[in-house]
């Protein structure tokens, strides 16, 4: 009999920046993000988790913290934040100073649209056409 693989839910992703000021300034008050909190738990060492609109899936970007270190700013890309009406989330999104790229359609109702984070992150808006 195979063992049932326990529930995993996808919560926290790291993001390599080489300034959490610029990063942080950039996914709260550009992006929307929620600051979930900004710690300095020792010195040297500072957390800042920031969670998008709606998202059961945050990002954290650290300094101090083992492997945060030896991470690469700019590395992380393709991250995707899945949106219901991506004409208005892009729209939104260069309101509040993103350069975003431009829309991209696929057959099948699929959008897409890029943007970088300071460090050169990349994150896609993605989204995908309900069937009615």
Not at 67 to 89: C, Y
Not at 100 to 113: D, N, T
Request: include cysteine; glycine fraction near 8%.
């Amino acid at each position: 009999m195979a063992n049932t693989v326990p529930a995993m839910r996808l919560q926290l992703v790291p993001i390599p920046v080489a300034d959490i000021d610029r990063a942080k300034a950039f996914y709260v008050d550009k992006l929307g993000f929620n600051l979930d909190h900004d710690v300095t738990p020792s010195e040297g060492v500072r957390v800042v988790q920031m969670t998008p609109p709606d998202s059961a899936c945050s990002i954290v970007v650290a300094t101090g913290v083992g492997d945060f270190d030896d991470m690469t700013p700019g590395a992380v890309k393709g991250l995707h934040l899945v949106v219901d009406d991506i004409v208005s989330a892009r729209a939104a999104l260069i309101e509040r100073g993103v350069a975003m790229q431009a829309l991209i359609e696929y057959p099948g109702g699929i959008k897409y649209a890029g943007f970088a984070d300071p460090d050169g992150n990349t994150w896609t808006l993605q989204e995908i056409a309900t069937e009615a």
